[in-house]
């Protein structure tokens, strides 16, 4: 499958800023199942790249000149397919080299500690020799207590605080995936991406989990209840969201700040 992204974000301030960076996770990882045929990441201002610990492609852009807007484009095409041997048709992955050790991902952030009654329910459902089946039956449950609702929570929302809410977005069903994972000893990742096609979830910037499974990374969305196929483009992964938030910053003046987003992920 071929997917085209077109990806725009737009800054309007009210007054002149002076000095603005900005961390971009925008680039696709370079993995099995994923070739990148054409990318094109532009930004206002100097851009440079780098890999970070976790193998992903960070940009830092640097605006340095008075601004009243910033503009960040992302317009690529990418091709994504399966191994012929993979008959299951989802995606696992190796540990790559150039990757810490996964006991990394056992630890908790400030955004994915687990609550007594998470980790009470953690314990119940989930071991160091779970099944794939055990990891979809806890998506389930996740996305049955967590109802898909736009707009119930923001970005610095922790895992516990959206359990106990009981709403959230796909951001809030990996943080809670999270959680759940390393509190019953199975190191988890959180997955920054695009998904492609009709979904419930919004195309920009989706979110799901790898999990340490029986020697591999198994990719789960949680928000969907299933496991990641050909129509999931990875971005970047890390700890949790603020690790690898598709766009972050800081800046000086500018005064109030709009932004405005439009994406489009289709095949």
């Not at 071929?2 to 900005?22: G, K, L, S, V």
């Not at 370079?30 to 094109?40: A, I, N």
């Not at 190191?187 to 695009?194: D, K, M, N, T």
């Not at 920009?204 to 050909?230: K, S």
């Amino acid at each position: 499958m071929r997917m085209q992204i077109n990806h725009q974000t737009h800054y309007d301030y009210e007054d002149f800023t002076r000095y603005a960076i900005q961390r971009l996770y925008l680039t696709p990882r370079d993995e099995p199942g994923q070739r990148v045929l054409r990318w094109e990441l532009k930004g206002d201002g100097e851009m440079r790249h780098q890999r970070d610990a976790f193998g992903n492609i960070m940009t830092t852009l640097v605006t340095t000149k008075p601004r009243r807007t910033i503009s960040i484009s992302v317009v690529g095409e990418v091709e994504s397919s399966f191994s012929p041997f993979d008959q299951a048709k989802r995606y696992q992955f190796e540990q790559s080299s150039h990757e810490p050790p996964v006991e990394v991902f056992l630890r908790p952030t400030s955004l994915t500690q687990a609550n007594a009654e998470m980790v009470d329910f953690a314990r119940r459902r989930l071991s160091p020799v779970s099944q794939e089946e055990d990891l979809l039956a806890l998506a389930a449950d996740i996305e049955d207590r967590l109802t898909y609702t736009p707009g119930a929570t923001h970005v610095g929302t922790t895992a516990f605080n959206a359990w106990d809410r009981g709403a959230g977005v796909c951001q809030d069903h990996a943080h809670v995936m999270l959680a759940l994972c390393r509190s019953a000893g199975l190191p988890a990742r959180y997955v920054s991406g695009y998904l492609s096609g009709e979904a419930r979830a919004s195309e920009a910037t989706h979110a799901w989990v790898d999990v340490w499974l029986a020697g591999h990374w198994l990719a789960v969305d949680i928000t969907h209840r299933c496991f990641t196929t050909d129509r999931w483009l990875r971005l970047a992964v890390g700890q949790d969201y603020e690790a690898v938030s598709p766009v972050r910053g800081v800046r000086q003046g500018g005064g109030a700040e709009t932004m405005r987003v439009t994406v489009s992920v289709c095949h």
